[in-house]
């Protein structure tokens, strides 16, 4: 690994640019893009004191007090973590009980974050962990900015899409305080993987999307018409059923009447075609999409992402670069490899161009700039408000094309305020490119 | 002013952003204006700013459907591309994969969408499906029964179907 050493001492550098003021802006990134620089030394933290400081110092942002943030922050505290915020808008159900030990069954229906953050302060000495009961979602870019570290233990694709691409969008590579890595873990039944994303210096999230597969879903074919399984019944309940009976009225799988409902309906249609198994607890699962939690898996997961915090803040050996697999419905295994960042990522590809123009410029003098512009060369590019979600101009379909034309005789000051960002695609290059349009005074 | 200062300024600018893009707004854009459609298709758009929410005619110019001009509504969902788009047809129709509550069945809108996949994809399945309605995969069980045992007399029904009218017991859209 002595090979991309030089390239991780300058990521810990642009981590923490305060912890090593000797080091100057321009060598940290012109290290960042020579990866082919070879060093040679691990880079190692000076001594036991200096490391207690990094730890003392940096704040880390928990997302989720679930199984895998349950077990993280008990990992993060006991590693010598003294900063951590935890976030997550849920409330404790007795279900979680099994696994998530930081709860008690007094604790039912208080706010998971709450009452975690609680029990770590209590548990361990000098750790200060701030709740917040919350979506991430709902968050301000000042809540964000703080935190040096991101350590994610969530249960959704979206979640991590959404945390991805903030981090992703907040990251400029020019000023390194902005650069917050993300551990993200997760686990499915005796599965799980970690990974770490450096926003704009490893792939991000979204570079890896195209590789996954969707939980399972059953054809509708199957589901209205050759129900074979007790989950083909169950889905034919919500999916056909309560559409029908109650058109107006999504299922909110949180509501135990329309569990209830949806239940006794299966359960008749299983009767009617003679499969067995529906039970009320299956329609919970098969409903709300649970995965079973396994809590040695998130224990695994959890550990794994905890080490890489720890190392990350501490520079004391290499971290992981930057996805770790481990499977444990075959045996065991488990595989280490660094994912590519994809050029044409709608998150991280997107390369930010900053552009002055005078106001009076029109949409299509703009066009014609970006087509002959030597470091852009668009041809037929497509233009959109990132602002506003106007669409300024877009080739194609026929319809989009005609609607938008009239834009291009306008002058930019009517379409758009300066500084304005506007995602651009073209159809014929797997870009997005981001274009910031500043009016010159 | 200092050089520092500027940036800072920049930075606060950019981040009093109104409106961040979302992930699946930004695959929607290059997807949407990468829409191929053969001459028998048209996407509507009722709004040019929105199109996350549109129409899609098929007017198939072939096969047992052809004459016919078919609505579908496509709605891009905020998790899309790793949830597919939520498509459903706007018109009662007869055919075997098609129900009549608009619902359809296609793999590559349930079971086999994966994010690698894109609209052209669906609108392929689409076509597809009105030059080849298949009734192994029945939605519509009686269309796909009949289409089993006479087909002659099941393409005789789809034709008068689509001039529209109540037929046992159903009242057809007009699509012609």
Same mark, same amino acid.
């Given at each position: 690994?002595?090979?991309?050493?030089?390239?991780?001492?300058?990521?810990?550098?642009?981590?923490?640019?305060?912890?090593?003021?000797?080091?100057?802006?321009?060598?940290?990134?012109?290290?960042?893009?020579?990866?082919?620089?070879?060093?040679?030394?691990?880079?190692?933290?000076?001594?036991?004191?200096?490391?207690?400081?990094?730890?003392?110092?940096?704040?880390?942002?928990?997302?989720?007090?679930?199984?895998?943030?349950?077990?993280?922050?008990?990992?993060?505290?006991?590693?010598?973590?003294?900063?951590?915020?935890?976030?997550?808008? %849920?409330?404790?159900?007795?279900?979680?009980?099994?696994?998530?030990?930081?709860?008690?069954?007094?604790?039912?229906?208080?706010?998971?974050?709450? #009452?975690?953050?609680?029990?770590?302060?209590?548990? #361990?000495?000098?750790?200060?962990?701030?709740?917040?009961?919350?979506?991430?979602?709902?968050?301000?870019?000042?809540?964000?900015?703080?935190?040096?570290?991101? #350590?994610?233990?969530?249960?959704?694709?979206?979640?991590?899409?959404?945390?991805?691409?903030?981090?992703?969008?907040?990251?400029?590579?020019?000023?390194? %305080?902005?650069?917050?890595?993300?551990?993200?873990?997760?686990?499915?039944?005796?599965?799980?993987?970690?990974?770490?994303?450096?926003?704009?210096?490893?792939?991000?999230?979204?570079?890896?999307?195209?590789?996954?597969?969707?939980?399972?879903?059953?054809?509708?074919?199957?589901?209205?018409?050759?129900?074979?399984?007790?989950?083909?019944?169950?889905?034919?309940?919500?999916?056909?059923?309560?559409?029908?009976?109650?058109?107006?009225?999504?299922? %909110?799988?949180?509501?135990?009447?329309?569990?209830?409902?949806?239940?006794?309906?299966?359960?008749?249609?299983?009767?009617?075609?003679?499969?067995?198994?529906?039970?009320?607890?299956?329609?919970?699962?098969?409903?709300?999409?649970?995965?079973?939690?396994?809590?040695?898996?998130?224990?695994?997961?959890?550990?794994?992402?905890?080490?890489?915090?720890?190392?990350?803040?501490?520079?004391?050996?290499?971290?992981?670069?930057?996805?770790?697999?481990?499977?444990?419905?075959?045996? #065991?295994?488990?595989?280490?490899?660094?994912?590519?960042?994809?050029?044409?990522?709608?998150?991280?590809?997107?390369?930010?161009?900053?552009?002055?123009?005078?106001?009076?410029?029109?949409?299509?003098?703009?066009?014609?700039?970006?087509?002959?512009?030597?470091?852009?060369?668009?041809?037929?590019?497509?233009?959109?408000?990132?602002?506003?979600?106007?669409?300024?101009?877009?080739?194609?379909?026929?319809?989009?094309?005609?609607?938008?034309?009239?834009?291009?005789?306008?002058?930019?000051?009517?379409?758009?305020?300066?500084?304005?960002?506007?995602?651009?695609? %073209?159809?014929?290059?797997?870009?997005?490119?981001?274009?910031?349009?500043?009016?010159?005074? | 002013?200092?050089?520092?200062?500027?940036?800072?300024?920049?930075?606060?600018?950019?981040?009093?952003?109104?409106?961040?893009?979302?992930?699946?707004?930004?695959?929607?854009?290059? =997807?949407?204006?990468?829409? =191929?459609?053969?001459?028998?298709?048209?996407?509507?758009?009722?709004?040019? =700013?929105?199109?996350?929410?549109?129409?899609?005619?098929?007017?198939?110019?072939?096969?047992?459907?052809?004459? !016919?001009?078919?609505?579908?509504?496509?709605?891009?969902?905020?998790?899309?591309?790793? +949830?597919?788009?939520?498509?459903?047809?706007?018109?009662?129709?007869?055919?075997?994969?098609?129900?009549? +509550?608009?619902?359809?069945?296609?793999?590559?809108?349930?079971? =086999?969408?994966?994010?690698?996949?894109?609209?052209?994809?669906?609108?392929? !399945?689409?076509?597809?499906?009105?030059?080849?309605?298949?009734?192994?995969?029945?939605?519509?069980? +009686?269309?796909?029964?009949?289409?089993?045992?006479?087909?002659?007399?099941?393409?005789?029904?789809?034709?008068?179907?689509?001039?529209?009218?109540?037929?046992?017991?159903?009242?057809? +859209?007009?699509?012609?």
């Amino acid at each position: 690994m002595a090979l991309d050493s030089a390239k991780y001492q300058a990521l810990y550098r642009a981590i923490l640019p305060q912890r090593f003021p000797s080091i100057a802006m321009a060598d940290v990134l012109s290290a960042t893009e020579n990866s082919a620089a070879t060093d040679g030394a691990v880079p190692t933290a000076a001594d036991t004191d200096e490391i207690r400081r990094l730890l003392h110092d940096c704040k880390v942002l928990v997302v989720g007090a679930g199984g895998l943030g349950c077990e993280l922050l008990k990992d993060l505290a006991l590693s010598g973590f003294q900063d951590l915020h935890v976030i997550d808008m %849920d409330t404790i159900d007795v279900s979680n009980l099994n696994r998530q030990f930081l709860f008690r069954l007094s604790d039912v229906g208080k706010p998971k974050a709450v #009452v975690a953050a609680a029990f770590i302060e209590n548990r #361990v000495q000098g750790a200060k962990v701030t709740p917040h009961y919350a979506k991430i979602q709902d968050m301000a870019d000042d809540f964000y900015a703080q935190f040096q570290l991101v #350590v994610c233990g969530l249960d959704s694709v979206e979640a991590r899409r959404w945390m991805n691409a903030y981090l992703v969008g907040q990251a400029d590579l020019a000023n390194p %305080d902005t650069i917050k890595p993300m551990i993200d873990g997760g686990t499915e039944g005796f599965n799980g993987q970690a990974r770490v994303i450096i926003p704009k210096i490893t792939s991000c999230y979204e570079c890896s999307l195209d590789l996954f597969k969707k939980q399972m879903v059953y054809p509708i074919c199957t589901i209205a018409n050759t129900p074979r399984l007790p989950e083909h019944c169950i889905e034919w309940a919500s999916v056909i059923a309560w559409p029908d009976h109650f058109p107006d009225q999504p299922v %909110d799988t949180d509501n135990p009447k329309h569990l209830r409902w949806l239940y006794t309906s299966a359960s008749k249609r299983a009767e009617q075609f003679g499969i067995r198994g529906v039970t009320y607890t299956l329609t919970q699962g098969v409903v709300k999409n649970i995965i079973p939690a396994i809590a040695s898996t998130n224990a695994i997961i959890a550990a794994a992402c905890a080490n890489e915090a720890l190392k990350l803040v501490t520079s004391c050996h290499l971290h992981l670069d930057n996805y770790m697999m481990y499977t444990g419905t075959e045996g #065991v295994y488990t595989y280490t490899y660094a994912y590519s960042r994809r050029a044409d990522c709608p998150v991280c590809g997107q390369e930010s161009k900053h552009l002055t123009v005078a106001p009076q410029l029109t949409l299509a003098e703009l066009l014609d700039l970006l087509a002959e512009s030597p470091d852009i060369q668009l041809a037929s590019p497509s233009l959109r408000s990132a602002h506003t979600n106007r669409s300024l101009y877009l080739q194609a379909p026929p319809q989009l094309e005609q609607r938008t034309r009239p834009n291009l005789s306008k002058p930019l000051t009517e379409l758009m305020e300066s500084g304005e960002e506007i995602i651009v695609t %073209d159809r014929r290059l797997p870009i997005y490119l981001s274009l910031v349009v500043s009016f010159s005074p | 002013m200092s050089l520092w200062a500027l940036k800072k300024q920049a930075v606060a600018a950019e981040r009093a952003k109104p409106n961040k893009v979302n992930t699946a707004q930004l695959r929607a854009q290059k =997807d949407v204006t990468e829409l =191929d459609l053969p001459k028998t298709m048209e996407a509507l758009f009722p709004d040019p =700013d929105d199109f996350l929410n549109f129409e899609l005619v098929i007017s198939p110019d072939e096969g047992l459907y052809r004459g !016919g001009r078919f609505h579908f509504t496509f709605h891009i969902v905020p998790n899309y591309p790793y +949830d597919p788009p939520k498509v459903q047809c706007t018109q009662k129709i007869y055919h075997p994969n098609i129900d009549l +509550d608009g619902k359809i069945c296609l793999n590559i809108l349930r079971e =086999d969408w994966k994010p690698v996949l894109n609209l052209n994809s669906i609108v392929v !399945g689409l076509q597809f499906l009105f030059l080849e309605p298949n009734p192994d995969d029945p939605l519509n069980k +009686d269309a796909a029964e009949h289409l089993h045992k006479n087909s002659a007399s099941f393409a005789s029904q789809v034709r008068q179907c689509m001039q529209g009218g109540v037929f046992n017991g159903v009242s057809y +859209d007009r699509v012609v």
